[in-house]
Protein backbone atom coordinates (compact mmCIF):
# COMPACT_ATOMS: atom_id res chain seq x y z
CA UNK A 1 0.00 0.00 0.00
CA UNK A 2 1.45 3.43 -0.77
CA UNK A 3 -0.58 7.11 -0.42
CA UNK A 4 -0.65 10.30 -2.79
CA UNK A 5 -0.07 13.56 -2.54
CA UNK A 6 -4.23 13.87 -1.02
CA UNK A 7 -3.27 10.95 1.59
CA UNK A 8 -5.23 8.91 -0.10
CA UNK A 9 -4.17 4.89 0.06
CA UNK A 10 -3.46 4.09 -3.36
CA UNK A 11 -3.09 0.09 -4.58
CA UNK A 12 0.35 -0.80 -4.84
CA UNK A 13 0.25 -3.03 -7.35
CA UNK A 14 -2.24 -3.61 -10.50
CA UNK A 15 -6.22 -3.85 -9.68
CA UNK A 16 -7.23 -7.58 -10.42
CA UNK A 17 -10.06 -7.86 -12.73
CA UNK A 18 -12.79 -9.72 -14.00
CA UNK A 19 -14.65 -9.21 -17.22
CA UNK A 20 -18.36 -8.89 -17.25
CA UNK A 21 -20.96 -9.07 -20.29
CA UNK A 22 -24.04 -7.17 -20.06
CA UNK A 23 -26.50 -8.86 -22.96
CA UNK A 24 -29.69 -7.13 -23.15
CA UNK A 25 -31.97 -10.04 -24.11
CA UNK A 26 -34.95 -7.90 -25.12
CA UNK A 27 -35.39 -4.02 -25.30
CA UNK A 28 -38.87 -3.72 -25.62
CA UNK A 29 -41.99 -2.10 -23.76
CA UNK A 30 -44.35 -3.99 -22.40
CA UNK A 31 -46.72 -3.40 -25.65
CA UNK A 32 -43.90 -3.27 -28.09
CA UNK A 33 -43.81 -5.88 -31.57
CA UNK A 34 -41.96 -9.52 -30.22
CA UNK A 35 -39.04 -8.99 -31.67
CA UNK A 36 -37.83 -6.23 -29.45
CA UNK A 37 -38.51 -8.63 -26.62
CA UNK A 38 -38.96 -7.28 -23.02
CA UNK A 39 -36.50 -5.20 -21.32
CA UNK A 40 -34.71 -8.11 -19.35
CA UNK A 41 -30.90 -8.41 -19.19
CA UNK A 42 -28.27 -10.61 -18.68
CA UNK A 43 -25.10 -10.38 -16.44
CA UNK A 44 -22.16 -12.93 -17.71
CA UNK A 45 -19.47 -13.39 -15.20
CA UNK A 46 -16.13 -15.22 -17.18
CA UNK A 47 -16.52 -18.27 -15.17
CA UNK A 48 -19.78 -18.37 -17.04
CA UNK A 49 -22.31 -17.51 -14.21
CA UNK A 50 -25.04 -15.44 -15.21
CA UNK A 51 -27.34 -13.29 -13.23
CA UNK A 52 -30.75 -12.32 -14.88
CA UNK A 53 -32.22 -8.56 -14.57
CA UNK A 54 -35.32 -9.35 -14.39
CA UNK A 55 -37.54 -12.41 -16.01
CA UNK A 56 -40.62 -10.95 -17.75
CA UNK A 57 -43.64 -13.60 -19.29
CA UNK A 58 -41.43 -14.11 -22.25
CA UNK A 59 -37.60 -14.70 -20.76
CA UNK A 60 -37.47 -18.20 -21.55
CA UNK A 61 -38.15 -17.51 -25.42
CA UNK A 62 -35.14 -14.57 -25.20
CA UNK A 63 -33.03 -16.80 -23.46
CA UNK A 64 -33.77 -19.67 -25.95
CA UNK A 65 -32.70 -17.09 -28.49
CA UNK A 66 -29.16 -16.88 -27.19
CA UNK A 67 -28.95 -21.18 -25.83
CA UNK A 68 -29.93 -20.67 -22.29
CA UNK A 69 -32.71 -22.36 -20.66
CA UNK A 70 -33.74 -22.51 -16.82
CA UNK A 71 -30.52 -24.60 -15.86
CA UNK A 72 -28.15 -21.53 -16.95
CA UNK A 73 -29.40 -18.87 -14.79
CA UNK A 74 -27.60 -18.68 -11.73
CA UNK A 75 -29.52 -15.92 -9.82
CA UNK A 76 -31.93 -13.19 -10.67
CA UNK A 77 -32.42 -9.58 -9.91
CA UNK A 78 -36.48 -8.38 -9.83
CA UNK A 79 -37.13 -4.72 -9.66
CA UNK A 80 -40.65 -4.65 -9.91
CA UNK A 81 -43.83 -6.93 -10.17
CA UNK A 82 -45.27 -6.27 -13.80
CA UNK A 83 -45.23 -9.52 -15.70
CA UNK A 84 -42.75 -8.04 -18.86
CA UNK A 85 -39.81 -8.12 -15.51
CA UNK A 86 -42.02 -10.83 -13.25
CA UNK A 87 -43.82 -12.72 -15.27
CA UNK A 88 -41.67 -15.79 -16.17
CA UNK A 89 -40.10 -16.40 -12.63
CA UNK A 90 -43.21 -19.38 -12.15
CA UNK A 91 -41.61 -20.94 -15.29
CA UNK A 92 -37.39 -20.37 -13.63
CA UNK A 93 -38.61 -21.74 -10.51
CA UNK A 94 -40.42 -24.96 -11.44
CA UNK A 95 -37.86 -26.09 -14.40
CA UNK A 96 -35.36 -25.65 -11.34
CA UNK A 97 -37.53 -27.49 -8.62
CA UNK A 98 -37.49 -30.10 -10.74
CA UNK A 99 -34.65 -30.51 -12.08
CA UNK A 100 -32.28 -32.95 -9.73
CA UNK A 101 -29.20 -31.91 -11.68
CA UNK A 102 -29.79 -27.94 -10.79
CA UNK A 103 -29.39 -26.14 -7.85
CA UNK A 104 -31.60 -23.10 -6.53
CA UNK A 105 -31.78 -19.72 -8.71
CA UNK A 106 -30.10 -17.21 -6.04
CA UNK A 107 -33.44 -14.78 -5.82
CA UNK A 108 -32.26 -11.14 -5.05
CA UNK A 109 -34.82 -8.34 -4.49
CA UNK A 110 -35.80 -5.58 -2.24
CA UNK A 111 -36.93 -7.02 1.15
CA UNK A 112 -40.06 -5.60 0.67
CA UNK A 113 -40.30 -5.97 -2.81
CA UNK A 114 -39.76 -9.93 -2.01
CA UNK A 115 -42.68 -10.24 0.34
CA UNK A 116 -45.02 -9.22 -2.19
CA UNK A 117 -43.32 -10.87 -5.00
CA UNK A 118 -44.78 -14.24 -3.35
CA UNK A 119 -48.03 -12.68 -2.02
CA UNK A 120 -48.94 -10.78 -5.04
CA UNK A 121 -47.46 -12.52 -8.25
CA UNK A 122 -46.38 -16.03 -7.36
CA UNK A 123 -48.35 -17.85 -4.47
CA UNK A 124 -51.11 -18.81 -6.38
CA UNK A 125 -49.15 -20.49 -8.77
CA UNK A 126 -45.77 -21.91 -6.80
CA UNK A 127 -47.51 -22.77 -3.39
CA UNK A 128 -48.69 -26.38 -3.97
CA UNK A 129 -47.14 -29.41 -5.48
CA UNK A 130 -48.24 -32.71 -4.98
CA UNK A 131 -47.97 -33.62 -1.35
CA UNK A 132 -46.50 -30.26 -0.04
CA UNK A 133 -47.48 -26.69 0.46
CA UNK A 134 -44.38 -24.81 -0.86
CA UNK A 135 -42.99 -20.92 -0.27
CA UNK A 136 -40.72 -18.39 -1.89
CA UNK A 137 -37.54 -20.46 -0.29
CA UNK A 138 -38.47 -23.44 -1.42
CA UNK A 139 -37.70 -22.42 -5.40
CA UNK A 140 -34.89 -20.01 -4.69
CA UNK A 141 -32.31 -18.87 -2.13
CA UNK A 142 -34.00 -16.09 -1.33
CA UNK A 143 -31.69 -13.20 -0.82
CA UNK A 144 -33.65 -10.03 0.32
CA UNK A 145 -31.97 -6.67 -0.11
CA UNK A 146 -32.99 -4.18 2.83
CA UNK A 147 -33.74 -0.87 2.06
CA UNK A 148 -30.59 1.69 1.35
CA UNK A 149 -28.06 -1.39 1.36
CA UNK A 150 -26.66 -3.37 -1.17
CA UNK A 151 -25.23 -6.93 -2.64
CA UNK A 152 -22.39 -8.30 -4.27
CA UNK A 153 -22.49 -10.64 -7.27
CA UNK A 154 -18.34 -11.31 -8.26
CA UNK A 155 -16.43 -8.19 -7.64
CA UNK A 156 -19.61 -5.74 -8.22
CA UNK A 157 -21.30 -4.10 -5.60
CA UNK A 158 -25.29 -3.51 -6.49
CA UNK A 159 -27.67 -1.06 -5.11
CA UNK A 160 -30.92 -0.94 -5.62
CA UNK A 161 -32.29 2.32 -6.30
CA UNK A 162 -36.16 3.38 -5.81
CA UNK A 163 -37.81 4.98 -8.68
CA UNK A 164 -41.24 5.87 -9.10
CA UNK A 165 -42.73 4.27 -11.93
CA UNK A 166 -46.92 3.49 -10.92
CA UNK A 167 -48.58 5.30 -8.00
CA UNK A 168 -50.91 3.04 -6.13
CA UNK A 169 -53.35 5.61 -4.82
CA UNK A 170 -51.58 7.99 -2.54
CA UNK A 171 -48.28 5.35 -2.21
CA UNK A 172 -45.44 4.34 -4.36
CA UNK A 173 -45.64 1.22 -5.83
CA UNK A 174 -42.22 -0.71 -5.35
CA UNK A 175 -39.66 -0.60 -7.94
CA UNK A 176 -36.04 -0.52 -7.59
CA UNK A 177 -33.49 0.18 -10.56
CA UNK A 178 -29.63 -0.54 -9.69
CA UNK A 179 -26.77 1.68 -9.53
CA UNK A 180 -23.66 -1.20 -10.42
CA UNK A 181 -20.69 -0.16 -8.93
CA UNK A 182 -17.89 -2.11 -11.12
CA UNK A 183 -14.72 -1.12 -8.59
CA UNK A 184 -16.05 -0.72 -5.43
CA UNK A 185 -13.45 -0.92 -3.12
CA UNK A 186 -11.60 1.31 -4.77
CA UNK A 187 -10.74 4.90 -4.01
CA UNK A 188 -12.27 8.46 -6.97
CA UNK A 189 -8.17 8.61 -7.78
CA UNK A 190 -7.88 4.59 -8.61
CA UNK A 191 -10.96 4.94 -10.65
CA UNK A 192 -9.66 7.15 -12.48
CA UNK A 193 -6.49 5.29 -13.13
CA UNK A 194 -9.20 2.48 -14.56
CA UNK A 195 -10.57 1.47 -17.93
CA UNK A 196 -14.14 1.45 -19.26
CA UNK A 197 -16.80 2.51 -16.61
CA UNK A 198 -16.44 2.00 -13.53
CA UNK A 199 -20.31 2.62 -12.23
CA UNK A 200 -23.21 1.60 -14.44
CA UNK A 201 -26.91 2.99 -13.52
CA UNK A 202 -29.56 0.50 -14.82
CA UNK A 203 -33.47 2.53 -14.10
CA UNK A 204 -35.64 -0.46 -14.89
CA UNK A 205 -39.34 1.26 -15.36
CA UNK A 206 -39.72 4.82 -14.11
CA UNK A 207 -41.26 8.09 -14.60
CA UNK A 208 -38.98 10.94 -15.93
CA UNK A 209 -37.73 12.42 -12.38
CA UNK A 210 -34.88 14.11 -13.21
CA UNK A 211 -34.37 15.78 -9.86
CA UNK A 212 -34.91 12.06 -8.05
CA UNK A 213 -32.14 10.60 -10.71
CA UNK A 214 -29.68 13.53 -11.28
CA UNK A 215 -27.48 12.35 -8.52
CA UNK A 216 -27.30 8.86 -10.40
CA UNK A 217 -26.95 9.91 -13.74
CA UNK A 218 -23.78 11.92 -12.50
CA UNK A 219 -21.62 9.58 -11.02
CA UNK A 220 -22.41 6.75 -13.53
CA UNK A 221 -20.71 6.36 -16.41
CA UNK A 222 -23.03 4.52 -18.29
CA UNK A 223 -27.11 4.87 -17.70
CA UNK A 224 -29.41 2.34 -19.27
CA UNK A 225 -32.87 4.23 -19.20
CA UNK A 226 -36.65 3.45 -19.91
CA UNK A 227 -37.55 5.30 -22.74
CA UNK A 228 -41.71 5.67 -23.93
CA UNK A 229 -41.80 6.66 -27.37
CA UNK A 230 -45.40 5.94 -28.05
CA UNK A 231 -47.25 9.84 -28.62
CA UNK A 232 -50.17 8.46 -26.14
CA UNK A 233 -48.38 8.88 -22.55
CA UNK A 234 -49.09 6.35 -20.38
CA UNK A 235 -47.51 8.46 -17.58
CA UNK A 236 -45.49 5.75 -16.43
CA UNK A 237 -42.41 5.75 -17.95
CA UNK A 238 -39.79 8.76 -18.85
CA UNK A 239 -41.00 9.79 -22.29
CA UNK A 240 -38.20 10.64 -24.99
CA UNK A 241 -39.50 14.36 -25.09
CA UNK A 242 -38.74 15.00 -21.61
CA UNK A 243 -35.44 13.09 -21.65
CA UNK A 244 -34.41 15.02 -24.34
CA UNK A 245 -34.61 18.05 -22.41
CA UNK A 246 -32.09 16.31 -19.89
CA UNK A 247 -28.24 18.02 -20.17
CA UNK A 248 -26.00 17.15 -23.11
CA UNK A 249 -23.39 15.42 -21.08
CA UNK A 250 -25.98 13.16 -19.06
CA UNK A 251 -27.39 11.82 -22.77
CA UNK A 252 -24.43 10.99 -24.22
CA UNK A 253 -23.45 8.36 -21.66
CA UNK A 254 -27.70 7.27 -21.90
CA UNK A 255 -28.88 4.51 -23.81
CA UNK A 256 -32.34 3.91 -24.20
CA UNK A 257 -34.40 0.78 -23.41
CA UNK A 258 -38.01 -0.47 -22.94
CA UNK A 259 -39.36 1.44 -25.99
CA UNK A 260 -41.77 0.76 -29.08
CA UNK A 261 -40.08 1.84 -32.60
CA UNK A 262 -41.94 4.83 -34.19
CA UNK A 263 -43.44 3.81 -37.37
CA UNK A 264 -41.26 5.57 -40.24
CA UNK A 265 -38.78 6.65 -37.95
CA UNK A 266 -35.05 5.49 -37.91
CA UNK A 267 -34.49 5.09 -33.99
CA UNK A 268 -30.59 5.05 -34.75
CA UNK A 269 -30.64 8.81 -36.46
CA UNK A 270 -33.46 9.58 -33.78
CA UNK A 271 -30.57 9.12 -30.51
CA UNK A 272 -28.54 11.02 -32.67
CA UNK A 273 -30.27 13.84 -33.20
CA UNK A 274 -31.40 14.40 -29.59
CA UNK A 275 -27.84 13.34 -28.28
CA UNK A 276 -28.25 10.27 -26.82
CA UNK A 277 -25.87 7.54 -26.48
CA UNK A 278 -28.63 5.05 -28.08
CA UNK A 279 -31.37 2.87 -28.83
CA UNK A 280 -30.29 -0.90 -27.45
CA UNK A 281 -30.91 -3.59 -29.61
CA UNK A 282 -32.12 -6.97 -28.26
CA UNK A 283 -28.25 -9.35 -28.42
CA UNK A 284 -26.67 -6.12 -27.64
CA UNK A 285 -23.67 -6.83 -25.64
CA UNK A 286 -21.05 -4.79 -23.03
CA UNK A 287 -18.06 -5.91 -21.96
CA UNK A 288 -17.34 -4.45 -18.67
CA UNK A 289 -14.83 -5.54 -16.12
CA UNK A 290 -15.01 -5.51 -12.25
CA UNK A 291 -12.24 -4.55 -10.28
CA UNK A 292 -10.55 -5.69 -6.78
CA UNK A 293 -7.45 -3.70 -4.87
CA UNK A 294 -5.78 -7.30 -4.75
CA UNK A 295 -4.76 -7.56 -0.72
CA UNK A 296 -2.25 -6.43 0.71
CA UNK A 297 0.42 -9.26 2.82
CA UNK A 298 -0.83 -8.53 5.88
CA UNK A 299 -3.98 -8.60 4.29
CA UNK A 300 -3.63 -12.13 3.35
CA UNK A 301 -2.02 -13.25 6.53
CA UNK A 302 -5.43 -12.47 8.56
CA UNK A 303 -7.14 -14.45 5.60
CA UNK A 304 -4.87 -17.55 6.58
CA UNK A 305 -4.68 -17.27 10.13
CA UNK A 306 -8.63 -16.60 10.11
CA UNK A 307 -8.91 -20.07 7.58
ZN1 LIG B 1 -43.34 -1.64 -15.13
Not at 30 to 49: K, M, S, W
Not at 122 to 149: A, H, W
Not at 156 to 179: C, D, R
Amino acid sequence: MSTNQDGEIVAAKAPESKSLKLRFLGTGSAFAPLELGQTNALLTDNAGRNLLIDCGSDCRHMLANHGLGAKDIDAVYISHLHADHVGGLEWLAFNTYFNPNVGKPALYANHRLMHQMWEKSLRGGLESVQNKVCNLTDYFDCRSVVSNTSFFWGHAKFSPVQTVHVMNGLEIVHSYGLMVDLAPDFNANERNSLKGPTRIFYTADTQFAPKQLLDFYSVADLVFHDCETTPFRSNVHAHIDDLATLPDDVKKKMFLMHYSPIPDEDMDQLANKLGFAGFLRPGEDFDLNTYRRPLSNEMLEVVEAAG
